[in-house]
């Protein structure tokens, strides 16, 4: 009897604190576990065989769809949480079930360089090549090829600026400090 009381009370204090099911509170290490292997799980929508992955790729959480192109992560690729890299396309002039159904089935690929971060939430559209060591900010949605080396965000994405790796950064420079 006291536990369900106790267990009521948690869950009643996890709601007002605004926290889901999976925040960690003492005693709730499973729910921490599970929260944390669905941090690290990505998925992917279609054939799995179109999916290639260099060494010591990074991907998280990312959502892959190849349903309409394969999908390219060359060497030190790394995705942020809620990467999502689509492959998919469906024809807007189409109505019904039609638009549902009128998948093409390549012609949409997306390559991301060695190199490359992704950003959180970052959406990748193809057909898309993303270039060597670019860096797209969080919440960018890429339609288009991008620069080896440069920052690019927004919505669309568009290039901010280059990136010059001889130039320290302000962290490297607090850091001699």
Same mark, same amino acid.
């Given at each position: 009897m006291m536990n369900k009381l106790l267990e009521r009370m948690r869950h009643r204090v996890q709601r007002f604190l605004g926290l889901n099911a999976l925040a960690l509170m003492p005693g709730d290490e499973p729910y921490h576990h599970i929260g944390d292997q669905l941090l690290r799980?990505?998925?992917?929508f279609g054939d799995p065989a179109r999916v290639t992955m260099?060494?010591?790729?990074?991907?998280n959480?990312?959502?892959?769809?190849t349903t309409s192109g394969c999908v390219s992560l060359e060497d030190f690729a790394f995705c942020g949480h809620g990467v999502c #890299? #689509?492959?998919?396309?469906?024809?807007?002039?189409?109505?019904?079930?039609? $638009?549902?159904a009128a998948v093409p089935q390549d012609g949409r690929d997306i390559v991301v360089g060695s190199g490359v971060w992704l950003g959180s939430n970052v959406t990748v559209i193809g057909p898309c090549h993303i270039g060597?060591? /670019?860096v797209i900010a969080a919440g960018a949605v890429v339609s288009g090829d991008v620069q /080896?080396?440069?920052?690019?965000g927004?919505?669309? /994405?568009?290039?901010? $600026? $280059?990136?010059?790796?001889?130039?320290?950064?302000?962290? /490297?420079?607090?850091?001699?400090?």
């Open positions: 799980m990505h998925r992917i260099g060494q010591d790729v990074v991907l959480d990312a959502l892959i769809n #890299l #689509l492959t998919g396309h469906h024809d807007p002039a189409r109505t019904g079930f039609d $638009r549902q060597k060591n /670019a /080896a080396g440069w920052i690019y927004g919505v669309p /994405a568009r290039p901010i $600026r $280059r990136i010059d790796a001889a130039a320290p950064t302000q962290d /490297a420079k607090e850091d001699k400090a």
